[in-house]
């Protein structure tokens, strides 16, 4: 790869932006910001509900919250972490980075990447007034009828929540057309597809992913709609609607939702490790395939969802060994980080601290995952905390830990600056500890039948919840330290000079932070 050029602006001092500039910038990289900083501000605020729900659950006796707004936190918990923190903040990433990655100068359409992401923050304004109409939604993120519908859930809580998900959907499908334009219009010459970083790999997918599953969402949420407001019937089972009609369409944009929120973390992860392990990423041409193959499944399996809704026993069968077949893909993928720190040469600073628990703990969510997968399985613990416990490992040993993980290994491009590494320590063993103090002991409630979503419990489940809390608790204030870490770190970090962990891909051979253009000449790739 040839080197850019360094621009002697970037050296200059940076002078404070107005209000106005932030409103109307179309820099990718300063949107990228955005979306970072806005998306961690939600990520606080869905720990607030995690926070009130978990004080709730640390008695059987406890009085913290009624019932229905025990529902109500555990519904905006998350609906919040979700489209409000997971999605965007890779998006973030996303928009910082591809472009950099690809030796472009910005994305192909910069006007609508600015109202993407406006969007975001109008959509969360939207969800977040509900509370101001006297409750806010209740039924759940899924939103299943009967629970979403108006006999259950009167007043415009669900209503509302209905229209932040179609404003963040078109956010959503907004910036997956302009990744894709992008990516496969805007390489610098000579950087083939099978020549892109595995980052850039997992946001085509991930973005082709978007484009295509977000609007069967947007359908399903205005059938819901039209049901509470203007008298069809499509999910009214007394009325002759099917309520598990639901269930098909939603989870058949809700799983590819999974792995729109977990793939770009598997990229964040595949340029961490092979720049701490001081070698190349191994079988990159699998792990690009692997990449596509996970997006394929991704829309074959949404029916393992559904075991117990009476679908047919051959189609219960299909989506079993369907679902399976998906960690075909991921074992290629935890095989091939595992083989790059083999005999590599490893620095275990922060950044690799984070990929290292990812891969580690993720696979306790993917195991998890194919016992939910089995059929007579699932029928026992399905609605169990041993979902709850699943789908955190997931999303948190593996969105959240890819995010933070991300966020500590760019934060010395975006900035110019190095976040304390001691204080990052600190910050990476309290969350790890925490995070399996809170969640791992949910296994053992869904397999001694916890319901989730429940506001009080026997009290044979009281130690495990106990647990569960403190942990919590301990997981909700181990992020403040990040939050110190970020803000001092900004004025008072150490230079960080170009390229301070001697990664391989683009964005390192420019200055830290880039200058507007982020290249004088469009670099060639030999």
Request: charged share 10%; hydrophobic share 50%.
């Amino acid at each position: 790869m040839s080197t850019a050029a360094v621009h002697p602006a970037a050296h200059a001092p940076n002078k404070p932006k107005g209000i106005s500039h932030w409103l109307r910038t179309t820099d990718h990289k300063e949107i990228g910001i955005m979306y970072l900083v806005t998306s961690f501000l939600f990520f606080l605020v869905g720990g607030l509900f995690a926070l009130g729900v978990r004080g709730q659950l640390l008695t059987p006796e406890m009085k913290l919250l009624s019932p229905d707004l025990y529902n109500q936190f555990l519904t905006m918990h998350a609906s919040a972490m979700i489209f409000l923190f997971i999605m965007p903040s890779l998006g973030g990433f996303g928009n910082y980075a591809v472009p950099l990655m690809i030796g472009a100068k910005d994305m192909a359409f910069p006007r609508i990447n600015n109202l993407a992401f406006w969007l975001v923050p109008f959509g969360a304004l939207i969800m977040m007034s509900s509370f101001l109409f006297g409750t806010s939604a209740a039924s759940g993120w899924t939103s299943y009828p009967p629970l979403a519908n108006a006999s259950y859930s009167p007043g415009r809580g669900v209503d509302l929540w209905i229209l932040t998900v179609h404003v963040l959907g078109a956010s959503s499908i907004m910036g997956a057309l302009n990744f894709v334009v992008t990516i496969l219009n805007m390489r610098a010459p000579g950087m083939s597809l099978f020549k892109m970083p595995l980052f850039v790999w997992t946001w085509l997918v991930t973005a082709m992913m978007q484009i295509t599953a977000t609007p069967v969402l947007a359908g399903v949420i205005t059938m819901l709609l039209t049901d509470r407001n203007f008298g069809t019937n499509f999910f009214a089972a007394a009325k002759g609607g099917d309520n598990v009609l639901f269930q098909h369409l939603f989870w058949f944009y809700s799983h590819p939702a999974v792995y729109i929120m977990i793939l770009p973390a598997f990229g964040i992860i595949s340029e961490i490790i092979p720049t701490f392990s001081k070698k190349p990423l191994f079988g990159y041409h699998a792990m690009a395939w692997s990449t596509i193959a996970i997006g394929f499944l991704g829309y074959i399996v949404w029916g393992h969802h559904m075991f117990s809704t009476g679908i047919s026993a051959t189609l219960r069968t299909y989506f079993m060994i369907a679902t399976m077949f998906i960690a075909v893909p991921t074992g290629v993928k935890i095989f091939s980080w595992v083989m790059t720190m083999w005999g590599g040469v490893l620095e275990f600073k922060v950044p690799m601290l984070f990929a290292v628990a990812f891969v580690g703990f993720f696979l306790i969510g993917g195991l998890s995952g194919i016992y939910c997968a089995s059929l007579p399985f699932d029928l026992f613990i399905h609605d169990t905390y041993f979902v709850v416990a699943h789908i955190h490992y997931v999303l948190f040993a593996g969105s959240v830990m890819g995010i933070l993980g991300g966020i500590y290994y760019w934060y010395p491009k975006m900035t110019g600056r190095m976040m304390d590494e001691g204080l990052g320590q600190i910050h990476f063993w309290l969350t790890l500890i925490a995070m399996n103090v809170t969640f791992f002991p949910m296994h053992f409630l869904g397999l001694m039948g916890m319901p989730r979503r429940i506001f009080t419990y026997n009290v044979m489940y009281s130690q495990w919840n106990m647990v569960c809390t403190i942990g919590a608790f301990v997981l909700g204030l181990s992020q403040l330290i990040f939050v110190y870490n970020v803000i001092q770190s900004r004025k008072h970090g150490a230079v960080a000079g170009n390229n301070p962990w001697g990664g391989k891909t683009l964005e390192w051979t420019t200055t830290s932070p880039p200058p507007g253009h982020n290249f004088d000449t469009i670099p060639v790739i030999d």
